[in-house]
């Protein structure tokens, strides 16, 4: 024991698995699949194999792994959703100030983005508090969960998610208004010209979706050179666009077609003014969004996480907040206008008035509206990493539904990825594909999201009162009184535009996610106590059990379900069939005597037609003699998913309900495919006949990852398990495929099944329930005496072991 022990110490070291990745693989017919001895594998499903076409093949556990970010990599990986908001915040102050203020809106934009740059300055130190302390994924979510519960805490889940879903909208709608003004010509196609907008956002959030299916990953430097071309190229227009404006002047843009109006507002009272220009601010306020994205990354961040996260936030801030006031500044001094349909943008037009017509002025102004598509779309596609993690997290708390716990086929959280498709194309469907008509959902969730980190901050200080917590209670309590007065101003200047839905829809949502939070408590405290009169099971000691075979028809499904009948050794079995139609009653009771079956045949009235209530009804019926239990057994013809909607109207399942109502009886449901019987067969019969060796290369070859993963090569120096057939010492060097735990005694055995791609191994750890790491899955190298058992395994009694990376 004392061997193991120190064994298991070792598991933090480096694993010293080398040769198996770098050493020659043994030859013989057992390393190219799984051991002879197990089964064959399953004939996959239509379905899986489009998936599989579709996705590529599947990833197994053990490459799911976090990818540590340096600073440089981590700020252009994680300010994407942050720099991409400057495309459009100043663009949006404009259009809510030309059509009231008129000219003098130029001169008004300053001021408005001086207030939006107070608050990117606020909610920058306040997330700087925020990673400071949560150095783990969740962000605002896990700051309002450990300051004010749960509970409270579903207020920024919801301000999150409905943010996440609005960003993918919002982003890939400012990215097609890019791409459109960079080609105008895309805008007079036919049939889709008047429409591009949306038909582009629809193809480039298809086109995330089937991408992050796949298991993209954000942490990549692909995901980075969007971030920095477009900082750079924006960077080279402002500080181009000063030095023309001191030396020659830039000239101011000529209004086209199609521009928003440009009002007088001479006729404005004091009022209406100020509502005016709460309304402009509310729209610039969208460029704060994304900022928080680093509070939802710090664990990817190289250690110390907490310090690194705090100078990128810094770093984003200072960026985003000179990219705002240069653009702001550029408008001001060419007089660029939004235009009603989306496009040209404002930083198009600005682009087009400070590089010019010429041929390296074109070359700068496609190098920076292609930075502008991309980032953009790459600020859309956070959210596909974001919403899915953030909805795991709502839902492992219990209060969204658990398949959105759930990994896909590729590592990634699929549900998520397609529930947050589905809600943004609705929503860019619904309200359309214009930044205009979608920002007014926009600032309530993301800034409800900045306020609750803010207040839970705010309580974090005043509960720790840890050094310097007066200075960082001012800041996190400014940033929440700040952004909790842009949700109120948003809620208000936006209501008719739509910020009415937002504001229904919050409260209901949050109030939907508690309610679902309490049946799931209800049901746990229920289920976790087993001791519970209610739902305490009665001894199993009845001294008569009955077998009920429900009948149909005579055919393979239900000659299926007798054999299993039998297979109970029941007390008494008989079939019986609810007699509709005296016809087929006849027909089948003729079938089942020319079969010779000996079981008899009970044929039972039925008049009006209700078979759950009939099979019920004849469950309570036996079930009333003292000491008998009832197991109904159902047989049920399957179908293919599609056709199986149709063809089949779910009796078995609805009698199976009502009899398990029945005290002291039970149902069973036997399936039977029919189609994949025949595959199988069929499989059988070419596997006899001998498959080709091109046939059998493509089939070992269909998922090569899973088969080396289940079966391992064994490395050089380790011994093969399919050798191993007299006792005597040996090491060897598998994956743990299960562990089982064994009452002996009063005491308890671990048995671990081991196994390489030349056979399977069970280790014995006597007086153990559990080893820490010691998880199904995992890499193992065993070290001791081998035993051969009576079926002829091998099999280790408290071996050495040593947990392999």
Not at 171 to 192: D, E, H, K, N
Not at 380 to 385: D, L, P, Q, V
Not at 550 to 573: E, H, M, Q
Not at 709 to 714: G, K, M, N, S, T
Request: hydrophobic share 50%.
């Amino acid at each position: 024991m004392a061997a193991v022990d120190m064994m298991a110490a070792r598991r933090t070291g480096p694993a010293q698995a080398g040769p198996a990745q770098t050493g020659p693989a043994q030859t013989g017919p057992a390393q190219t699949g799984p051991p002879h001895h197990q089964a064959a594998e399953l004939p996959e499903g239509f379905w899986y194999s489009v998936k599989r076409r579709a996705l590529g093949p599947p990833l197994v556990t053990e490459q799911l792994k976090n990818e540590r970010l340096s600073r440089p990599l981590a700020l252009g990986v994680l300010s994407c959703d942050g720099l991409s908001s400057a495309a459009y915040g100043t663009e949006e102050i404009l259009r809510a100030l030309l059509p009231f203020f008129g000219l003098a809106a130029f001169s008004l934009v300053l001021p408005m983005t001086l207030l939006v740059l107070f608050g990117v300055m606020l909610v920058v130190l306040s997330y700087r508090e925020v990673v400071s302390v949560y150095t783990r994924a969740g962000g605002s979510y896990v700051v309002a969960r450990e300051n004010f519960g749960p509970r409270v805490a579903q207020v920024a889940a919801v301000a999150l998610l409905i943010d996440y879903v609005v960003t993918v909208a919002v982003q890939t709608a400012a990215g097609s208004a890019a791409v459109v003004s960079a080609f105008p010509a895309l805008s007079r196609i036919p049939l889709v010209g008047p429409q591009i907008l949306l038909v582009i956002s629809v193809i480039a959030i298809l086109a995330m979706c089937l991408g992050n299916l796949r298991g993209i990953r954000e942490a990549g430097r692909i995901f980075a050179l969007p971030t920095y071309l477009f900082a750079g190229s924006l960077i080279v227009m402002i500080l181009t666009g000063v030095v023309r404006e001191l030396t020659v002047g830039l000239p101011h843009v000529a209004p086209g077609a199609g521009t928003v109006g440009i009002g007088s507002h001479s006729g404005l009272i004091a009022f209406a003014a100020v509502y005016i220009m709460a309304r402009a601010f509310a729209n610039g306020g969208s460029s704060l969004t994304g900022i928080e994205a680093v509070s939802n990354a710090v664990s990817a961040l190289r250690p110390p996480e907490g310090r690194n996260a705090r100078q990128i936030l810094a770093t984003q801030g200072t960026i985003v907040a000179f990219l705002i006031a240069g653009i702001s500044w550029l408008a001001h001094a060419t007089h660029a206008i939004p235009y009603i349909a989306g496009f040209p943008t404002i930083l198009a037009q600005e682009a087009t008035a400070v590089f010019g017509q010429t041929p390296a002025g074109q070359v700068m102004f496609l190098v920076l509206q292609a930075a502008t598509a991309a980032i953009l779309f790459t600020g859309g596609n956070t959210s596909f990493t974001g919403f899915p993690f953030l909805a795991s997290f709502v839902a492992e708390d219990s209060f969204l539904p658990r398949w959105l716990t759930r990994r896909g086929h590729r590592l990634v959280f699929s549900n998520g990825i397609i529930l947050l498709t589905m809600l943004s194309l609705t929503l860019m469907l619904v309200a359309g594909a214009t930044v205009d008509a979608l920002i007014a959902f926009y600032a309530i969730g993301v800034f409800t999201g900045f306020a609750m980190a803010g207040f839970g901050m705010a309580r974090y200080h005043l509960r720790t009162r840890e050094p310097g917590w007066r200075r960082r209670l001012v800041i996190n309590t400014a940033g929440g009184v700040y952004t909790a007065l842009v949700v109120v101003l948003f809620a208000v200047v936006k209501f008719t535009e739509g910020a009415w839905l937002i504001v229904i829809i919050f409260p209901v949502l949050v109030y939907t996610l508690i309610r679902l939070n309490r049946e799931y408590r209800k049901e746990a405290d229920i289920l976790a106590d087993p001791g519970h009169r209610d739902l305490q099971p009665h001894p199993p000691n009845y001294s008569r059990r009955v077998v009920l075979l429900l009948v149909d028809g005579y055919d393979l499904a239900t000659i299926a379900a007798l054999r299993y009948s039998k297979s109970l050794r029941p007390s008494a079995l008989r079939a019986v069939h609810f007699s509709l139609d005296s016809a087929r009653a006849d027909r089948l009771r003729q079938q089942w005597l020319a079969a010779g079956i000996k079981i008899p045949l009970e044929l039972a009235d039925c008049p009006d037609r209700r078979l759950g209530h009939a099979a019920a009804r004849l469950a309570a019926e036996e079930a009333a003699a003292p000491g008998t239990h009832v197991t109904m057994v159902l047989p049920r013809r399957s179908y293919p998913p599609l056709a199986g909607r149709l063809l089949h109207d779910h009796t078995a399942d609805r009698i199976a309900r009502r009899v398990s109502h029945v005290p002291g009886a039970a149902a069973t449901i036997i399936p039977f495919d029919v189609r994949h019987k025949v595959e199988t067969i069929h499989a059988r019969r070419a596997r006899a006949a001998g498959a080709t060796a091109t046939a059998g290369a493509g089939a070992s070859a269909r998922t090569p990852a899973l088969r080396d993963y289940r079966w391992p090569v064994p490395p050089p120096g380790a011994d093969p398990i399919g050798s191993l057939h007299q006792p005597g010492r040996a090491m060897v060097q598998g994956r743990l495929r299960t562990a089982q735990v064994r009452p002996v005694s009063g005491n308890s055995v671990l048995a671990c099944e081991v196994a390489d791609s030349t056979g399977e191994l069970t280790a014995v750890f006597y007086g153990r329930a559990h080893i820490a790491g010691l998880e199904p899955g995992t890499r193992i190298r065993l070290r001791g005496m081998v035993g051969i058992g009576d079926d002829g395994r091998p099999a280790m009694i408290n071996p050495a072991y040593e947990l392999l990376g």
